[in-house]
């Protein structure tokens, strides 16, 4: 949801003189509301008004004190605006994200992260709240989901999927690009449950936490972790949050995480991120292939299979576009080595050669660099094209390419 004007944001104490509970109904129109800087620091509390699928005449009808609050905090900025969508629906949000509504109409809580931050958390929200449009939402209130989302099976694979943003670079979470084509394990029921027992106990630790420690906010917990995992020493504050954010428990959950969900794919439990990243893109691959024939694993099935129109189990189901990960590997030892015949290797292979290309390099000067040399000149700029056209490289003229670096 994404606001336009600064009077849709009431304190509680301003909504209670808005006619909250006293008003009948005005409970499902103002809502508590977080922001990105809410859920990695600490929540500001403020609530919103959400008038969206009222009429304004609707609005004065029923909620005659909101109504004025708006005709005196909103409609002035909104008269002035040159989009007539915001104009001439000044009572309602400038974009309402009606299409996340339906997902999670329904749902106790749902799974939300904030989409650029330095650390790449997951949480269960409130169905009651109502998030800001920098704030990446699933429709899932299962903790099996929030446990692999959580582990380290998705977060190297968020950080290379993902965007950067920002003076420090920080990750965004594309959803569409992170989430959508990310494979979930196909865990058995125990595994399911193990992994759903230790997600539960991580999301109710950091809030209990927060809780107990006002001033206890996400970000200086991770930034605490990640230096126990460097083995790097801590000072005093730190040290102060370690305690009070009881750091060691959150690590130890993290790491409980990491190993049921390495088993539910059956990993061995000391991949190298990049070694996880490539077996997702195999995986990825897989069940590409699968769907055609009907083979969907669905998140949440009672849901998705309405929503995609489908009513037997069996109903073949048209593939959808997949958008694959790549994997980028080291260069290649200094004698030419062979292409590889893998279509997953040969991606990863490519992303070597430009990342340690300066300028600018063509499809045969790719190929001369293996021993096959120009039989594979037309694999190679196809995978050239194909880097570009998913935003990893880039090429001004079709025929010669450089990778996509953050900036």
Not at 40 to 64: C, H, K, Q, Y
Not at 121 to 135: G, R
């Amino acid at each position: 949801m994404k606001l336009h004007g600064s009077g849709f944001i009431v304190t509680p104490a301003e909504a209670e003189a808005l006619g909250l509970d006293k008003r009948p109904g005005l409970e499902q129109h103002i809502r508590h509301y977080r922001n990105g800087r809410d859920l990695t620091n600490r929540p500001r509390g403020v609530m919103v008004i959400d008038l969206f699928g009222l009429s304004a005449e609707e609005v004065r009808a029923r909620f005659p004190e909101v109504y004025q609050h708006l005709l005196a905090r909103v409609k002035p900025e909104r008269d002035r605006n040159n989009r007539d969508t915001y104009r001439l629906n000044w009572w309602v949000f400038g974009e309402p994200r009606a299409d996340l509504r339906p997902v999670l109409m329904g749902l106790p809580r749902y799974i939300a992260t904030v989409e650029t931050a330095k650390h790449r958390v997951f949480q269960f929200l409130d169905a009651s709240i109502l998030p800001d449009n920098k704030i990446v939402c699933m429709g899932l209130d299962d903790a099996f989901h929030l446990g692999v989302l959580s582990s380290r099976a998705h977060c190297p694979w968020a950080l290379r999927a993902g965007g950067w943003l920002g003076m420090g670079n920080d990750p965004v979470y594309v959803k569409s690009k992170v989430f959508d084509p990310f494979p979930f394990p196909d865990a058995t029921d125990a595994l399911q449950e193990e992994i759903r027992h230790v997600a539960e106990e991580l999301d109710a630790h950091r809030k209990a936490r927060q809780a107990e420690h006002p001033h206890l906010t996400l970000t200086q917990m991770y930034n605490v972790l990640e230096k126990l995992r460097a083995g790097t020493a801590l000072n005093a504050d730190e040290e102060q949050i370690k305690g009070e954010g009881l750091v060691l428990i959150l690590k130890e959950l993290h790491d409980q995480l990491d190993a049921l969900v390495f088993q539910a794919y059956g990993w061995p439990a000391n991949l190298p991120d990049e070694e996880v990243i490539g077996r997702l893109v195999v995986l990825n691959k897989e069940r590409a292939t699968e769907e055609p024939r009907g083979v969907v694993r669905w998140l949440r099935p009672a849901y998705q299979k309405v929503r995609a129109g489908i009513t037997e189990e069996a109903a073949p189901k048209a593939a959808e576009e997949q958008r694959e990960m790549l994997l980028v590997a080291q260069a290649g030892a200094e004698q030419k080595p062979s292409f590889p015949s893998d279509e997953v290797a040969r991606t990863a292979t490519i992303m070597a050669v430009l990342a340690n290309t300066q300028g600018t390099v063509d499809a045969s000067a790719v190929a001369s660099g293996f021993r096959q040399g120009k039989r594979i000149e037309p694999h190679v700029r196809a995978t050239l094209t194909s880097l570009v056209r998913m935003g990893f490289a880039s090429s001004r003229d079709g025929k010669s390419f450089q990778l996509r670096r953050a900036a």
